[in-house]
C-alpha cells in the first residue's frame, strides 16, 4: 500500500493530513502523521491569558478521517531512500509533506537567556502566565516590536507595567507605515513605554540591562525576535530563504516525492512576495500539499496553489485591534471594530473535530471569504 507521511502537527501538518484525506477518498492510500504531541497548538492565540484553551486534541481531528498519528520526533530524511527516522526507527515513504513549522531564535550568548520567557510554545506560554497569574502590578519588558511582541505586550499591559524595546527606530517596522499611527495610538492608551533602537543585553532576577546601559525592572523578560523554519528543511535543500525554507513550485513540490507546506515553504504569493510565516497561509498550504501529495500517487490532477487575499490582525489588548488588507496593510477596522473581526478569525482557525465530513469538507474549501472581513471600496 502505498504511504504518505507527513511530518509536523501544526496548521500546514494537520491540513496536509486532511487534504491528502480528501484526495484518497476510497483509494487504497495510507496517511501518517508524525508529531511528538498530542495536540495542534493554536500559535497565534498564545498571547491570550489562558493558554490552555489554544490547543486542540489531534486524534479528533486526524482519527474520524483515518490518518494515523505517530508520537514521535522526526531526526532525520533520507531523500534517497525515502525514509525518515522517527523515534529511533526508519519509517519509509512514497510521498512527503514537510510541515515541520518554525521556531523563535533565541539569542545564544546573551547573559541570563535562560530567564527567558516566550509565548512561542504551549509550554513558554504556560511558565509566563504561571509566573504571572494572580499579580497586578507586575513589571514586564517585552523585546521585539513585531506581531508577536506588540500582541504580548499589550495583553500584558491590562495587569502590569509594560516597556517595549526593539533594535528599529519605530514601531512595528515589519508592518509598515500603514497600521503605525493606529498601533502608536493604542501603546500610549495602555501606557506600554517604548524603548527604540536599543536591545536587552542582561537579564538578572528582577531586572534586565538595555544596550544604552540603563537597567530597568522586569519581573519577566519577554523575547519575540525572529522566527525560522525547522532545521529538518537542510535535507530537503542547500538552496534556502533568509528564513531557512524550501522553495518550492506551484503544486508546492521541493522534490520529485517531496512537497513542503507551512513555515518550511517559501511559496510564492505573488511576483514580489513570498508567503507570510502564519496560519494564514500554512492552512491553505496544507491543504494544497496534502492533497497534492496524494493526487499525485493516485495519478489524477495536482492543485496549483493560489494564494487568496492577504490580511493582518493584530490584537491590541484594551485598546482593541486592528484588520487592514494588502501588503500595504491598508487598515480597514481598528478599536471594538478591529477587535470584533480579530475574535472572529481566531474562532474561525479552530479545525472541525470528530466529523469527518466536516473535516474534509473544510479541506477542500482552500479558502473562505469571510462575511466579518471588512471589504475595500
Not at 12 to 26: D, I, K, N, T, Y
Not at 232 to 246: M, Y
Request: proline content about 5%; hydrophobic content about 45%.
Amino acid at each position: 500500500m502505498a504511504h504518505i507521511v507527513i511530518i509536523g502537527g501544526g496548521f500546514a501538518g494537520v491540513w496536509s493530513a486532511a487534504g491528502a484525506a480528501l484526495a484518497r477518498g476510497a483509494a487504497d492510500l495510507r496517511i501518517t502523521l508524525i508529531a511528538p504531541n498530542e495536540h495542534l497548538v493554536l500559535r497565534p492565540r498564545l498571547y491570550e491569558p489562558d493558554p490552555e484553551l489554544a490547543k486542540v486534541e489531534l486524534g479528533r481531528i486526524l482519527e474520524p478521517i483515518g490518518v494515523e498519528h505517530l508520537r514521535a520526533t522526526v531526526s532525520a530524511i533520507d531523500t534517497d531512500r525515502r525514509v525518515v527516522v522517527a523515534g529511533g526507527a526508519e519509517i519509509g515513504y512514497d510521498r512527503l509533506v514537510l510541515a515541520a513549522g518554525s521556531k523563535l531564535v533565541r539569542p545564544q550568548s546573551l547573559p541570563g537567556a535562560e530567564r527567558l520567557f516566550d509565548i512561542d510554545t504551549l509550554d513558554g506560554a504556560r511558565r509566563l502566565t504561571g509566573l504571572l497569574r494572580d499579580r497586578e502590578d507586575y513589571s514586564a519588558v517585552v523585546v521585539g516590536a513585531g506581531f508577536t511582541g506588540l500582541e504580548a505586550a499589550t495583553a500584558l499591559a491590562a495587569r502590569g507595567r509594560v516597556l517595549l524595546v526593539d533594535r528599529s527606530e519605530v514601531v512595528a517596522a515589519q508592518l509598515g507605515p500603514g497600521p503605525r499611527e493606529e498601533i502608536t495610538a493604542a501603546l500610549d492608551e495602555l501606557g506600554v513605554e517604548r524603548r527604540l533602537g536599543t536591545t536587552v543585553t542582561e537579564v538578572g532576577d528582577g531586572y534586565a540591562v538595555l544596550s544604552d546601559g540603563v537597567k530597568v525592572e522586569a519581573d519577566a523578560v519577554v523575547w519575540s525576535v525572529g522566527m525560522r523554519a525547522s532545521e529538518l528543511t537542510r535535507q530537503i535543500s542547500g538552496e534556502l530563504d533568509h528564513l531557512g525554507r524550501v522553495p518550492v513550485d506551484r503544486w508546492l513540490r521541493a522534490l520529485p516525492e517531496v512537497f513542503v507546506a507551512g513555515d518550511t515553504a517559501a511559496a510564492a504569493f505573488d511576483a514580489e512576495h513570498t508567503v507570510m510565516q502564519s496560519c494564514q497561509h500554512a492552512t491553505p498550504l496544507g491543504k494544497v500539499a496534502g492533497y497534492n501529495a496524494a493526487a499525485d500517487l493516485l495519478d489524477v490532477p495536482l492543485r496549483a496553489f493560489t494564494p487568496g487575499p492577504y490580511v493582518t490582525c493584530l490584537d491590541l489588548g484594551g485598546a482593541g485591534a486592528i484588520f487592514a488588507r494588502g501588503w500595504e496593510r491598508r487598515v480597514m477596522a481598528s478599536g471594538a471594530d478591529g477587535a470584533a473581526v480579530k475574535k472572529r478569525i481566531n474562532e474561525h482557525i479552530h479545525p472541525p473535530v470528530d466529523d469527518a465530513s466536516k473535516i474534509l469538507a473544510a479541506a477542500d474549501r482552500v479558502y473562505l471569504e469571510l462575511p466579518f472581513f471588512p471589504r475595500i471600496s
